[in-house]
């Protein structure tokens, strides 16, 4: 009996030259256009090229196939997220728990103002290369965060901090994928509710009270 062999990712090809540039930045807008009001499912390599006014050769030129098109997108959402993500605070945190409800916040935002982003990561249909995707942005968005909590306090002495930080990540995009399940976005109650777990997650391997940096 032969085996299967595992699918491999859905690779998008990246140009280098500026007129690819521009149309593989016309064909991710059409993506995002169409997503935002249709289910993945939905959505073929030819609607995107009529959409955005190409032939449909111009898109297999980028995009092999549809999932590969989403892997593009959401990998230019994880981008957009990650600079949020290291965007400065208006003002120096009082406390982690500040420091890390207002980047909570900051995320739910950007994914509400953004409905194809909400439907890519937190949808039930996501393929399985879009969710693999996601699960490595929020190993990489764990570092960052890691990262910019030790700009403001004193957390040499907590060890494994980007795997808790990652867990309290993972634990937010669930109950974030239930409000979108029911409400089509992430709601207020369901963001406060991701705020409050995340938060009694890390209490069980953070302190109350951290020291500010130079305090």
Sequence with gaps: MTRKQPDLPQ?????RRKPGKERFTLLLDTVEALMSDHDSGDISLADIAEKAGVPLSSIYHFFPN??????????RFQ???GALSEAPMPRPPESW??????????G?????????????????????DVRNMDLHGNARLAKTRAAYMRRYFVLDHIPD?????????????GIWAVSYSEHRTITPYYLNE???ASRLYLRAYLPEYVRPLGG
């Excluded at 690779?11 to 140009?15: D, F, G, Y």
């Excluded at 999932?67 to 593009?72: E, H, N, R, S």
């Excluded at 901090?161 to 995009?173: K, M, N, P, R, Y």
């Design 97 to 106: 728990q500040a420091l890390m409800e207002y980047k909570q916040r900051a």
């Design 79 to 81: 981008e957009a997220i």
């Design 11 to 15: 690779m998008h090809r990246v140009p």
């Design 108 to 128: 739910a935002e950007y994914l509400n103002s953004h409905p194809s982003a909400l439907r890519l990561f937190l949808g039930a249909a996501v393929s399985v």
């Design 161 to 173: 901090l980007e795997q808790h930080l990652a867990v309290a990540i993972g634990l937010t995009d």
């Design 194 to 196: 991701a705020v409050l």
């Design 66 to 75: 549809r999932d590969a098109a989403y892997c593009g997108l959401a990998e």
